[in-house]
């Protein structure tokens, strides 16, 4: 998709973003074995722990409060929402899977998780993997489009401006 303004550009970054971390974090889950807890001061553990954990509070969480706060008000008036609807409640189960996945990170990073610990991360993990990759791409094939042709260049100006500066706005078509 081609996307003309600037806040759905940015936020198909974000998105793009998002699906490599994902892809790391899968197919490490993946090739890890389920009963044994890995070497977490492995480099490689260690550097994809500490950006799963940035992704998630600095990226990811600040997306879904600006969507909520500024886009899905938009959606819900130009008549899509049932998509915010969709999407609403996806951010609410993400946030259920990310709340102890967060908890079972910060643990991983300071080498405090046995078994069944590194059991539920890996479980929750490969949970916010399909959960969140899921969410973007419906993010990608409907909400942005719609935003395409709902936003003026005013209102787009005003989103992408307020975004950048970490504000939340309701701001019009």
Request: hydrophobic content about 40%; proline content about 5%.
């Amino acid at each position: 998709m081609d996307n003309q303004r600037q806040i759905c550009r940015r936020l198909h970054e974000e998105h793009e973003a998002v699906f490599e971390l994902l892809r790391r974090l899968e197919r490490s889950l993946v090739n890890s074995r389920a009963d044994a807890v890995p070497d977490l001061l492995d480099p490689g553990w260690s550097s994809l722990l500490r950006d799963l954990r940035s992704g998630l509070e600095f990226e990811v969480a600040p997306h879904f409060d600006f969507e909520e706060r500024s886009l899905f008000p938009l959606l819900t008036e130009a008549g899509e929402g049932d998509l915010v609807e969709l999407l609403n409640e996806d951010h609410k189960v993400i946030r259920e899977v990310t709340a102890p996945l967060l908890d079972l990170v910060g643990r991983g990073l300071t080498t405090e998780l046995d078994g069944p610990a590194w059991r539920s991360l890996k479980r929750l993990g490969l949970e916010l993997c399909e959960r969140l990759a899921d969410h973007a791409l419906k993010e990608e094939q409907a909400m942005l489009p719609a935003l395409e042709s709902l936003l003026s260049e005013d209102a787009d100006r005003e989103l992408f401006s307020a975004y950048a500066g970490g504000e939340a706005t309701a701001g019009r078509p």
